[in-house]
Structure formats: structure tokens, C-alpha cells
């Protein structure tokens, strides 16, 4: 299992390419959650999501051979950009799976960081099929979107960050799709805070890890109907439910209507603009889902790759 010198290596090779993001607080928001909370803005980050730091590490790491055949990713839009940035930056040729009902933004991102760009259907089943055929046709090296060391400790780096920023912390609230991302920050957070209690959250729609974590077993669920199309995978990882099963606390959920109504207070209270899926963990601090009070919360804005149509249903 990963350990947190694996994410501290990461850091090494990720961040003389990443923004360290910054963690922005609201007076409003203490007074609404009832706690003191920093918001860990990964919508600052390079292609608009902390995507980029687990694809650069993957593929940083991969050696002359493997960057040679090219490399193929599978993903619903965050993921391929990073993927497609990264090679970028690395030289590397990238051939990006998404579905064909990607946001028309995440798609031109992709394709103008240089990735070609491959559509399948809607499921992450799909997806998943699509790239492996095509990694079978054409020799490229697959780069995981979550169930992969070096994905899980490149998104860890996040972590190292609000270390160097906060000296206590109480709670850390993480967005989970496929698992990346809270498994490698709940490792660096149980070592830099040891105390701390790491929550992951998820829509209702999407509660296959909600399930899971109750269960103890992966539970795999139909492809989700959420307002998140980062939470829109089916199952998370292996590698990730094993090292959650460790070092998260507790997994929780929030409404579609509760991250919408996050949406607009980052908007109009903080002038941040986050993706519903960057909204979730918010979410759960601003209803206080777990009903603590006084507490030093961090709850991390995992993106902010928002269709600029969807500002309409918003207000609507």
C-alpha cells in the first residue's frame, strides 16, 4: 500500500509544473456551518481541476519505451485534460476516451492540449472498454483515471499543500468519484494531522461509495443520474477502497439541489466558481451534514470546469 513518502516524491515531480492553489475562507461560511472552514480551491489549478497532478506523475514516471507507444486514457472530462496537458508538457502523444456526452468544454480542452480525442458511450463502463480496445490495437500505454499508485499519489499531493498552510485541522471533506483523489489525501492527511478525521462525500445519486464503505465491499451501481458528472462512475477502485477502508472515516451524502445551492453561495459570497462536482464537499460543510460545531474544516473544490450554460439552471 502506498505510503506517505510516495506522495511526498510525487510533490517532487508535480510541483515545479502545478499552481500551488490556494485556500480561501468566508466569515459567511464560518457563520452558516457553525466552523472554521478553508476551502482548498483545486479550480485554480492548471486545465481547472486537480486532475493534472496524478496524470503528470503517471506519466513522468513511465519510462522512454512507454512514452514511445503513446499513451491512452479514459475519462469524463477532468481526467483527459490532465492526461492530454501532461503529455503535452512530457512530449508525449495522447489518444483521450470520452463519452459523447462530455461537456463541449472538456472536450476542446482536451483537443487543444494537443490529445486526440476517441467518444464512446455514456457509462464508464464504456469508456473503459473503448480504451482498452484501443490500447490493445495500437501498443498505448494505459494512464488509470484512479485505480493506479502513481494517479493515487500525485492527487495526494493536494495534501502536502494545505499541510504547508494549516497547522491543525480537524476534518478534511473530499469529493469522491472513482477514489483518486481521498486516497491519496487521506494518507498524507492521517500523517500530517494525525487526529484528523477524513470524510468523503458523494451525491445521492452517485452512493456507490457510500454503499461500499457501509459494506465493506465494492458495491457497483447503474450509471448515476447527478448533476456531478465527475461522480458518474460506477465502482471506485481497488487500490482506492482498500487504502479508504484504512484511512477515511466516513463517507456521506448531499442532495443535487444542496450542491446547486453551494454553487451559487461560492458564486456570489466568494466569487468562486466551482463544477458541480467541485461543489460536493462544500456541500457537506455548508448544511453541516455531520452536525459539528467549532471545528477547523478544510473541504476541497476539486474543480471548476463548469458549462457556462449551466449557469442558467442555477437561477432558473
Known amino acids: 500500500m502506498l505510503q506517505f513518502t510516495d506522495i511526498e516524491q510525487a510533490y517532487q515531480r508535480v510541483g515545479p509544473v502545478i499552481h500551488k492553489t490556494p485556500l480561501l475562507t468566508s466569515t459567511t461560511l464560518n457563520q452558516l456551518s457553525g466552523n472554521i472552514v478553508s476551502l482548498k480551491c483545486e479550480n485554480f489549478q492548471r486545465i481547472g481541476a486537480f486532475k493534472i497532478r496524478g496524470a503528470y506523475n503517471k506519466i513522468a514516471s513511465l519510462s522512454d519505451g512507454e512514452w514511445k507507444r503513446g499513451i491512452v486514457a479514459h475519462s469524463s472530462g477532468n481526467h483527459a485534460q490532465g492526461v492530454a496537458l501532461a503529455a503535452s508538457l512530457l512530449g508525449v502523444q495522447a489518444t483521450v476516451v470520452m463519452p459523447k456526452v462530455s461537456l463541449p468544454n472538456k472536450v476542446a480542452a482536451a483537443k487543444g492540449y494537443g490529445a486526440t480525442v476517441v467518444f464512446s ?36 499531493t493536494v495534501m502536502i499543500e494545505v499541510g504547508m498552510d494549516l497547522n491543525a485541522l480537524d476534518y478534511l471533506f473530499v469529493p469522491v468519484g472513482g477514489g483518486g483523489l481521498i486516497a491519496g489525501n487521506a494518507i498524507a492527511a492521517k500523517h500530517l494531522f494525525p487526529n484528523i478525521r477524513v470524510i468523503g462525500v458523494e451525491t445521492e445519486p452517485a452512493n456507490d461509495c457510500y454503499q ?18 465527475g461522480m458518474r462512475t460506477q465502482a471506485v477502485g481497488k487500490r482506492n477502497f482498500e487504502i479508504m477502508m484504512k484511512y477515511v472515516d466516513d463517507v456521506i451524502t448531499v442532495t443535487d439541489g444542496e450542491v446547486m445551492e453551494t454553487m451559487r453561495f461560492l458564486l456570489e459570497r466568494m466569487k468562486i466558481v466551482a463544477e458541480p462536482t467541485g461543489a ?10 455531520l452536525n459539528v460545531s467549532g471545528k477547523q474544516c478544510c473541504a476541497i473544490i476539486s474543480g471548476g470546469n463548469i458549462d457556462p450554460a449551466f449557469f442558467k439552471k442555477l437561477y432558473a
Open 121 to 156: 458511450e455514456d457509462s464508464s463502463d464504456d469508456r473503459e472498454r473503448v480504451a482498452k480496445q484501443l490500447e490493445s490495437e495500437h501498443g498505448y500505454v494505459p494512464v488509470p483515471p484512479f485505480d493506479d499508485d502513481q494517479i493515487i499519489a500525485g492527487q495526494g
Open 280 to 289: 460536493v464537499a462544500p456541500a457537506a460543510v455548508l448544511k453541516n451534514v
Open 212 to 229: 461500499s464503505f457501509r459494506k465493506r465491499e465494492i458495491v457497483r451501481i447503474p450509471p448515476p443520474q447527478t448533476i456531478a458528472d
